[in-house]
């Protein structure tokens, strides 16, 4: 294994002090790369999300690496150490539990740390989940995504995030955990109705599911069989046919409207916001055209 990820990645250089963020498998071991494999035998430490959840991995390879514990909790505090380690002349991998660092998980602080330090970063692309659950989805209305990730626990911010959602006409991509499944299936069916979904479970893995649905049909799928309730998930809310999105337009143009003649703009856009739970930016742009009027020819 080593030897083949050699002779494949082992002709382009790999700087000393510098910082590689490798993507590791989201389930599927074989999904592993040979640039990061021979990455993983260069690099003179692993610092990682969780050292009990990267030591297989680099026993799995036939390495011994130095581990060091970058998370959530101490990732600012932890970018001291790596800059030194840096500084020396050492090579530094990242990794996250699975898949691309700093997609979710920790990576972002550590990287924006190493890179004020003047020190080099390169990426070590592989496996993601949201890139592997919008490639299977047929989303064949959307021309791109936008990334959501994990939706706010509880209270008036996850109402406007589900708000939001509900009104963004472009693809939307979520990640949920298997305890709170079910309640997200409940809120995007009520949110959502006929806008169709992809919920896709365990991706890469041996029990791997892949199933489009109405939004309104996600809670009684669930319900049907308790295995799905299992795994991680990555849903992909499709977006919004054209028809559905120009009606969003126009009921979010009334209230702006509305708004508008009572209140200042900045005023009546923060109360649009509330109440339709669009996103800001774009009803601050809408409301500007608004006003504006209907466009003249010259």
């Given at each position: 294994m080593?030897?083949?990820?050699?002779?494949?990645?082992?002709?382009?250089?790999?700087?000393?002090g510098?910082?590689?963020?490798?993507?590791?498998?989201?389930?599927?071991?074989?999904?592993?790369?040979?640039?990061?494999?021979?990455?993983?035998?260069?690099?003179?430490?692993?610092?990682?999300?969780?050292?009990?959840?990267?030591?297989?991995?680099?026993?799995?390879?036939?390495l011994?690496?130095p581990?060091?514990?970058?998370?959530?909790?101490?990732?600012?505090?932890?970018?001291?150490?790596?800059?030194?380690?840096?500084?020396?002349g050492?090579?530094?991998?990242?990794?996250?539990?699975?898949?691309?660092?700093?997609?979710?998980?920790?990576?972002?602080?550590?990287?924006?740390?190493?890179?004020?330090?003047?020190?080099?970063?390169?990426?070590?692309?592989?496996?993601?989940s949201?890139?592997?659950a919008?490639?299977?989805?047929?989303?064949t209305v959307?021309?791109?995504?936008?990334?959501?990730?994990?939706?706010?626990?509880?209270?008036?911010?996850?109402?406007?995030?589900?708000?939001?959602?509900?009104?963004?006409?472009?693809?939307?991509v979520?990640?949920?955990?298997?305890?709170r499944?079910?309640?997200?299936?409940?809120?995007?069916?009520?949110?959502?109705?006929?806008?169709?979904?992809?919920?896709?479970?365990?991706l890469?893995?041996?029990?791997?599911?892949?199933?489009?649905?109405?939004?309104?049909?996600?809670?009684?799928?669930?319900?049907?069989?308790g295995n799905?309730?299992?795994?991680?998930?990555?849903l992909?809310?499709?977006?919004?046919?054209?028809?559905?999105?120009?009606?969003?337009?126009?009921?979010?143009?009334?209230?702006l409207?509305?708004?508008?003649?009572?209140?200042p703009?900045?005023?009546?856009?923060?109360l649009?916001?509330?109440?339709?739970?669009?996103?800001?930016?774009?009803?601050?742009?809408?409301?500007?055209a608004?006003?504006a009027?209907?466009?003249?020819?010259?």
């Amino acid at each position: 294994m080593l030897q083949a990820a050699a002779a494949a990645a082992g002709g382009q250089q790999y700087p000393a002090g510098t910082l590689y963020v490798v993507a590791t498998p989201i389930g599927n071991l074989a999904d592993l790369t040979l640039r990061a494999i021979h990455v993983l035998s260069l690099v003179d430490a692993v610092a990682c999300e969780d050292t009990r959840h990267t030591a297989p991995l680099i026993r799995y390879l036939g390495l011994d690496k130095p581990l060091l514990a970058v998370h959530q909790h101490n990732e600012r505090s932890a970018a001291g150490d790596v800059i030194a380690r840096l500084a020396r002349g050492e090579r530094i991998a990242y990794v996250s539990d699975a898949g691309t660092p700093a997609i979710s998980d920790p990576g972002a602080a550590l990287v924006a740390a190493v890179a004020t330090s003047g020190r080099a970063v390169v990426a070590i692309p592989g496996a993601s989940s949201a890139i592997t659950a919008v490639s299977v989805a047929g989303d064949t209305v959307g021309s791109g995504f936008h990334f959501v990730g994990f939706l706010p626990p509880k209270g008036n911010e996850r109402a406007l995030a589900l708000k939001a959602l509900a009104t963004a006409g472009d693809t939307q991509v979520l990640f949920e955990a298997p305890h709170r499944i079910e309640t997200l299936a409940q809120e995007l069916a009520k949110a959502c109705g006929e806008r169709a979904v992809t919920l896709c479970r365990e991706l890469t893995k041996q029990f791997e599911t892949v199933a489009t649905l109405p939004a309104s049909a996600l809670p009684g799928w669930l319900a049907a069989d308790g295995n799905r309730l299992r795994g991680e998930f990555v849903l992909v809310l499709h977006a919004m046919a054209p028809a559905a999105l120009a009606d969003t337009t126009a009921r979010h143009d009334a209230v702006l409207q509305t708004l508008l003649a009572e209140l200042p703009l900045k005023q009546a856009v923060s109360l649009a916001a509330s109440l339709t739970g669009a996103p800001r930016n774009a009803l601050y742009a809408r409301a500007l055209a608004l006003k504006a009027g209907p466009s003249t020819s010259p």
